[in-house]
Structure formats: C-alpha cells, structure tokens
C-alpha cells in the first residue's frame, strides 16, 4: 500500500508543478483572446464531469455495515482503565465472530492482533456505547487485544489474549 500512495503522490505533485509551470507560460504571451473564457469553462465542466465519474466509481461499502453478521458467534468485549475483558477465551477458526465492545471508564480503542502484532480489524470502544465489529479467523493460533487508544499511565498494560481453534469437520 504504502508505495502506490507514494507513487499517487509523486504523480499528483509532477501534474501539479505541470499546471503551474503552463500558467506561468500562459502569463508570458500576448493577451488573451476572447475565446479563452470559453476554452476554460469547457475544461472547467470536463473536470467536474471526470470529478464525479471517480468519485463515484471508487465508492465502497462502509465496512462497519458488515458488523451483526446474522449466525455469527457473539463475543462480548469490554475495556477499562487498564483490562480487557472478553467473555471467551476460545473462538472457532472460519466463523464470522460478532465483537460487541464497551467500556466502563474512559474511551478506549480495541484491536485485534494476531501473533506477528499484526492489525486484523479495530473499533472504538466508547462508554455507553456497545460498538460491533465482525471478523472471521482465518488461522487459528493466539490473538490478543490492545488498547488502541491512549487512555492513561498503564494504556500498554491493556493486553488480553484469546486462541483460536480449528473446528473438526
Ligand atoms: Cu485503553
């Protein structure tokens, strides 16, 4: 990911410079005739035109609408100064798994690793609030739950951690 936002940076930065480098051209010559007004509202629509077809080409689903996924398994999360509590301590790999977290202090951020700290999904876990996130273990192992938040003195401390097993067919 990190060298095609470079790489989109690097072109938007070079087209950039382009537009100035051409302006500063333009403002060298004569006058402009009176058909640049023209020439410019016509750019002007094919930009909003263009503007529209990727903006709407590259919309995506929001992925919190895939949370409260029907016959998942229900897990309930909850965080505080400095825990967390999960009300299982063994998921079954290849099911959907419905997080419901809280939290009865502060705000707190839930992440799930697995056992490279690698980040497999997160939410905010806001008091008064349950929030959801649904993800499916893939492999079984350890995960854990960090804190994703900084929430205080011992923020590191908050580290639980659950496995994931592989179901028997
Ligand atoms: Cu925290």
Same mark, same amino acid.
């Given at each position: 990911m990190?060298?095609?936002? /470079?790489?989109?940076s690097l072109?938007l930065m070079? /087209?950039l410079?382009?537009v100035?480098y *051409?302006? !500063?051209?333009a403002?060298?010559?004569e006058? $402009?005739?009176?058909n640049?007004n @023209?020439?410019?509202?016509g750019?002007? =629509?094919a *930009?909003v035109v263009?503007g529209?077809i990727? @903006?709407?080409? @590259? /919309?995506r689903? =929001?992925?919190h609408a895939?949370? !409260?996924? &029907?016959?998942?398994?229900?897990?309930?999360?909850?965080g505080g100064?400095w =825990? =967390?509590d999960i009300?299982t301590?063994?998921?079954?790999?290849?099911? $959907?798994?419905n997080?419901n977290?809280?939290t009865?202090?502060?705000?707190?951020g839930m &992440?799930?690793?697995? @056992?490279?700290?690698t980040?497999?999904?997160?939410v905010q876990a806001?008091? &008064?609030?349950?929030?959801k996130?649904?993800?499916?273990?893939?492999?079984p192992? !350890?995960y854990?739950l960090l804190c *994703?938040e900084?929430?205080?003195?011992?923020?590191h401390? *908050?580290?639980n951690?659950?496995e994931v097993v592989?179901?028997?067919?």
């Amino acid at each position: 990911m990190q060298p095609v936002v /470079l790489l989109i940076s690097l072109i938007l930065m070079a /087209l950039l410079s382009a537009v100035f480098y *051409m302006a !500063s051209k333009a403002s060298e010559g004569e006058a $402009p005739g009176p058909n640049a007004n @023209s020439k410019r509202t016509g750019l002007i =629509w094919a *930009m909003v035109v263009l503007g529209v077809i990727v @903006s709407v080409g @590259s /919309l995506r689903s =929001w992925p919190h609408a895939l949370a !409260s996924t &029907g016959d998942a398994l229900e897990v309930n999360v909850s965080g505080g100064q400095w =825990w =967390w509590d999960i009300d299982t301590t063994e998921i079954p790999a290849g099911t $959907p798994v419905n997080f419901n977290v809280t939290t009865e202090d502060v705000t707190h951020g839930m &992440g799930i690793y697995d @056992s490279e700290l690698t980040l497999l999904t997160q939410v905010q876990a806001i008091p &008064g609030y349950t929030t959801k996130v649904t993800y499916t273990f893939a492999e079984p192992g !350890s995960y854990q739950l960090l804190c *994703m938040e900084f929430c205080g003195v011992a923020h590191h401390d *908050m580290v639980n951690e659950f496995e994931v097993v592989a179901v028997e067919e």
